[in-house]
């Protein structure tokens, strides 16, 4: 958690932009690391921990603001698959935020002065699936039983002491409302963010509702939109803004589409850092990148929102 002299993440987001990283696979393939797992990038987390810090730190030299742990596809459900039981999977899911403090104490020691934040990744119940599906929702689970999967994970992670929890690339306004159910109570703030296909998430309601679910939520310090198309962007930023009056979150993909059966990526980047002034003119106040984004981009988005007065501040 932040520390009496560093801001919080809210209280850095009420006073201006805030810089995310970019994807945590794209930067561990990138140092050579194979990722065609169905635990993707938590698989590292025990076989190669080091490889996730250095990830954390090469984004945080590029100018991120916030680091996401490795934690997406991390469930006690994906590790049992591999053996591993209980307690050993909850050591590995709260050690994924102990190597992004680690990650952060080693960019101080390098020089970086700026506050540094840990968001713990809470990816959506299809993630766990590792089919494809947290691109569709629609799980056929009730509410009640998605709580029922989240809560736990939730628990440990919030235990290891993140200043965040990202509710990430939620694909459901069903899944969105187990995440704020399971998340109350816990003591941490978190974000909510959406994938989405257009002016709706990925499973097809319309995001002004979608949004809408987290206006009164507490414990939401910010809500927008992940690995979507970059031009899906700002008019999902001006309805999260105008629906919930909530910072907004934005990092969009390259623009390039996941082939779950082929396990790779198709089509061409359409991502530029040049984007990011509309987004922040349009309440973007936590901006980055998700999939195929890497520390380059960062430091472009970076440099822009450095470059121009901040909407926040003015």
Aim: hydrophobic share 45%; glycine share 10%; net charge negative.
């Amino acid at each position: 958690m932040a520390s009496d002299t560093t801001p919080t993440l809210a209280e850095a987001l009420a006073a201006g932009t805030v810089v995310l990283d970019g994807g945590m696979s794209n930067q561990l393939a990138s140092a050579g690391h194979d990722l065609s797992d169905a635990l993707w990038s938590a698989r590292l987390l025990a076989e190669r921990p080091e490889a996730v810090t250095e990830a954390h730190l090469a984004y945080f030299e590029a100018g991120a603001d916030v680091a996401i742990t490795a934690s997406y596809q991390a469930t006690f459900e994906g590790f049992a698959r591999r053996g591993l039981g209980h307690d050993r999977a909850a050591g590995l899911i709260a050690l994924s935020v102990g190597l992004a403090r680690e990650a952060a104490r080693r960019a101080r020691a390098k020089g970086v002065t700026r506050p540094l934040w840990v968001a713990a990744s809470v990816g959506p119940y299809g993630a766990m699936l590792a089919d494809g599906s947290e691109y569709r929702g629609r799980y056929g689970l009730t509410v009640a039983e998605l709580a029922d999967f989240h809560r736990p994970r939730l628990e440990v992670l919030a235990a290891a002491r993140p200043d965040v929890l990202a509710l990430e690339t939620v694909p459901d306004a069903e899944e969105a409302e187990a995440l704020l159910r399971a998340v109350r109570g816990l003591g941490v703030p978190a974000w909510l963010s959406y994938t989405v296909s257009g002016d709706r998430t990925r499973a097809g309601q319309p995001l002004q509702e979608a949004f809408a679910l987290a206006a009164d939520a507490d414990e939401v310090i910010a809500v927008g939109v992940n690995c979507c198309a970059p031009e899906d962007v700002e008019a999902a930023v001006e309805t999260a803004a105008r629906v919930t009056g909530k910072p907004v979150v934005v990092y969009p993909n390259s623009g390039e589409t996941w082939d779950a059966e082929a396990r790779a990526w198709d089509g061409r980047s359409t991502f530029s850092a040049r984007e990011v002034t509309r987004w922040r003119t349009a309440g973007a106040r936590l901006i980055g990148g998700c999939c195929r984004v890497g520390p380059e981009a960062i430091t472009s988005i970076a440099d822009t929102l450095g470059a121009g007065a901040d909407p926040a501040s003015d």
